[in-house]
């Protein structure tokens, strides 16, 4: 792999060379075509641990993708692609699986919380440094609630408003994940829970003045109750948070800027 300096910009393929961009660079990255065909790592003994690593790939993406549909939406404050990252961290909860055979070890989120447990969706302004206030809470499994408390917000202190929009709201979202694991008789992935696996809940506060005090103040979000029967220990209540700059519309009435926000993983039970 290579990165393309100078004046020259462009994507697609040219002669054996792929080139493309990356969500988060400006950079154009090339990189040359070749390697075994498809047939030979399919069938060819050398192949085999290639497969293997392949399949228990397809455990990770399946989870990394839906795990932001936890989020509640809140992935779209994100200023660089999530999915590859959560891929990773998929990638090594599946590692601590000691019990399961290579190429169908489970991906056991539920024994690993921590690994996403503070995940920031920011790299340039994490959600800490722009919200500058701490919030508490409290998670009620049994329930699948959760109650955040907003402390007083002094606007000119406690907000870093970048782009100094006149206006900003708070976003909570409530959501669950299932562990993943291998099935036999689909040669394959599922969640074990699956009607739990990547849904939500989303509270969005009013559009605040950027020039204001916020007094202390709670959020609430309620996950549907009858899908407290479903839970099981292998299914984590994920809690994330954010806040969303705005702006006056056509119409005077007030919209979200894109990528003007953040937001965060504040806990995982």
């Known amino acids: 792999m ?18 493309y961009t990356v969500q988060g660079s400006d950079q154009v990255i090339m990189r040359t075509k070749g390697g075994a065909n498809k047939n030979k790592i399919a069938k060819a003994p050398e192949f085999e641990g290639l497969r293997k690593q392949q399949k228990e790939w397809s455990g ?25 990252v959560l891929n990773g961290i998929a990638k090594n909860i599946q590692k601590n699986d000691a019990t399961g055979e290579i190429g169908q070890r489970s991906v056991l989120f539920s024994q690993n919380k921590e690994m996403l447990s503070g995940f920031n969706f920011n790299r340039n302004y994490p959600f800490n440094t722009v919200l500058r206030v701490s919030p ?3 998670i009620d499994r049994t329930l699948l609630q959760a109650i955040i408390t907003i402390p007083t917000i002094q606007t000119e202190t406690d907000v870093l408003n970048i782009q100094r929009l006149p206006y900003f709201r708070l976003i909570v979202a409530l959501g669950t994940v299932s562990d993943v694991q291998y099935d036999a008789n689909l040669n394959g992935y599922k969640p074990i829970v699956m009607d739990l696996h990547g849904i939500s809940k989303t509270v969005t506060s009013e559009w605040y003045s950027a020039q204001s ?3 202390e103040h709670q959020i609430t979000v309620q996950l549907d109750r009858n899908d407290v029967e479903l839970l099981i ?17 056509y119409t005077n009435e007030i919209v979200a800027v894109k990528h003007a926000g953040c937001g965060r993983v504040l806990a995982i039970r």
């Open 233 to 249: 220990d292998s299914v984590s209540v994920v809690l994330s948070m954010g806040i969303e700059f705005g702006t006056a519309g």
């Open 136 to 138: 508490t809470w409290q």
């Open 60 to 84: 990770c993406t399946k989870f990394g993708s839906i795990v932001r549909f936890a989020f509640g939406g809140l992935h779209r404050l994100a200023d660089f692609n999530l999915t590859p």
């Open 2 to 19: 290579a990165i393309v300096k100078g004046v020259l910009q462009l994507s697609g393929s040219v002669k054996g060379m792929s080139f």
């Open 213 to 215: 005090v916020v007094q």
